[in-house]
């Protein structure tokens, strides 16, 4: 299936899409070369996807890009992902305002390379007025973490007196994450053939559509973000109602 032959529907497109990037080392060995050659291809995916989302009207873009987990990767390796992260977003800040993106970032940021700190702060400050897309980061982010954090808050301001605990119910707890400024997900891409969320977004990802392909992240490319979109157009969302109450309210 071509481009051309992907006909999506413009009234049906999820407001916000999350992508688990998955693939890049075994894309790279299956080349004989090392693991950052994969991730480094896999910026160009990032590029394509990013592309794709705003031509057919994605409003958010949620990337994870660097799991809490990935800190227990090589040194050598972690080391050039920081690199290539800096050297990344400084080499697409022109593209991202020419796209009018804004990028935004959840995760512990703050334990990242000051390098790195620096890059996203100049970043988010040279694109923070664009409105065409947001593009979220995901980067040493942890979603049992970020709960558990919100929980954390949520126990002091009880214990403070700022907070009656009969208050807290899903919104509330919604507001305490990190994604509190952003629509949850529609859909999920995961690439790779891997089929699991790996401790992303798990709270918000409660009736996420989950999309998983066998395409290693670095020959993701528009074509596939496109048929990930009209798969996910084919299916019926419900929230826990039937097809008919569906029908009924749409009439």
């Known amino acids: 299936m071509s481009i ?4 999506l529907d413009p009234n049906r497109i999820p407001k916000h899409v999350a992508i688990i990037m998955d693939g890049n080392g075994r894309w790279a060995q299956k080349k004989g070369e090392l693991r950052i050659f994969g991730h480094t291809n896999g910026v160009d995916s990032v590029r394509e996807a990013l592309t794709a989302a705003v031509e057919i009207g ?3 873009l949620t990337l994870y ?52 700190q620096n890059a996203l702060v100049d970043a988010k400050k040279k694109t923070k007025d664009n409105q065409k897309i947001t593009l979220i980061l995901a980067l040493s982010y942890s979603s049992r973490r970020e709960i558990s954090h919100a929980i ?17 119910n899903e919104d509330l707890i919604s507001s305490y994450l990190s994604t509190a400024n952003y ?16 401790n992303f977004l798990m709270w918000q990802l409660a009736y996420t559509e989950l999309y998983f392909t066998k395409i290693l992240w670095p020959d993701f490319k528009k074509k596939n973000f496109y048929k990930a979109i009209f798969d996910y157009q084919k299916r019926e969302r419900r929230f826990g109602k039937t097809s008919q109450q569906i029908l009924d309210n749409n009439v």
């Open 65 to 116: 890009a660097f799991s809490t987990e990935n800190w227990n990767r090589p040194q050598q390796e972690i080391a050039a992902l920081m690199d290539l992260l800096v050297q990344s977003i400084y080499n697409e800040i022109d593209e991202l305002n020419n796209k009018g993106v804004k990028l935004e970032t959840i995760g512990d940021v703050e334990i990242l390379p000051k390098s790195c």
């Open 152 to 168: 954390q808050k949520m126990t002091k301001e009880v214990v403070d007196g700022n907070l009656k605990s009969e208050a807290i």
């Open 183 to 198: 629509p949850d997900p529609e859909l999920l891409i995961r690439t790779s053939g891997e089929n699991r969320v790996s």
């Open 58 to 60: 994605v409003q958010y």
């Open 4 to 7: 051309k032959d992907i006909q």
